[in-house]
């Protein structure tokens, strides 16, 4: 394929993004992700260094590809991560640059992140009730994952911001309602996401996945919704509140599939 070529997948459709991990590091220990010990690492000398990375993605956008997602791991472990971001922003086609974190280090990065060009923020968030974020997550960390949250939202250049969850079986309507809330009071867009087999602790199961059905019916048991037009290829369905109060909550019947963090 000659360079400046559209990158196209097999039914013909125009492909526009790229999907970078800049590490297989991560901070958080979930437990459908991975083991709470002995995860194997990747050798620091085997990942792509910032060079690298600014490289291919200049190739793939100049086949075409405008949008750029970061993920990792967690990113922002990467050392000196807010400079790979102004390196990527300044590329000539990359038009959205998009970060998905799980938060912990955003409050003390999000400054340097929006002033090196990001543009969209996805915080990983799968229980706002501290308890169940620690049995979750291994780690009692929701009030730092919050200050985040508040650090990143206060920049209006980047928009929007996207508070991702993985609902378990044993997700309650409380638990729902207080994702509700948080779309509702500040405008967030909370988005519900399969539980993949990842097999982090070889615990997942189909009995497992709690379907985008279920939530859709907590919400709707409390808050009318109205649909919201996608694309026919979109995985996800997505859904506003009918009051108008926030600006929308994905809560897809086949819940979005990604790994975790999309």
């Known amino acids: 394929m000659p360079l400046g070529s559209p990158l196209e997948d097999a039914h013909g459709r125009l492909i526009g993004d790229l999907r970078v991990s800049v590490t297989d590091r991560c901070n958080f220990r979930c437990h459908y992700c991975m083991p709470a010990e002995g995860m194997p690492w990747i050798p620091r000398e085997e990942i792509l260094s910032f060079e690298e990375i600014e490289r291919l993605v200049a190739l793939f956008a100049a086949l075409g590809v405008t949008d750029v997602r970061l993920t990792g791991g967690e990113p922002l472990v990467r050392r000196e991560f807010p400079a790979l971001v102004a390196r990527l922003a300044a590329i000539d086609g990359v038009a959205d640059l998009s970060l998905t974190t799980n938060g912990y280090l955003l409050a003390g990065q999000a400054a340097e992140l929006v002033a090196a060009g990001i543009d969209r923020v996805n915080v990983s968030i799968d229980s706002l009730a501290r308890a169940r974020f620690f049995e979750i997550t291994r780690r009692d960390a929701l009030d730092r994952v919050l200050a985040g949250l508040d650090a990143i939202a206060a920049f209006p250049a980047v928009s929007p911001v996207k508070v991702n969850a993985v609902p378990m079986p044993d997700l309650g309507r409380d638990d729902v309602l207080r994702f509700c809330n948080l779309a509702r009071e500040r405008g967030f867009q909370v988005r519900f ?70």
């Open 193 to 262: 996401i399969e539980f993949m087999p990842l097999d982090g602790d070889r615990a997942w199961r189909a009995d497992k996945v709690l379907t985008g059905a279920a939530v859709r019916a907590m919400v709707e048991a409390e808050h009318e919704l109205r649909e919201l037009p996608r694309e026919p290829h979109s995985t996800a369905r997505v859904f506003a509140f009918a009051d108008g109060k926030a600006i929308r909550i994905a809560n897809p019947d086949a819940l979005a599939h990604a790994k975790h963090r999309s």
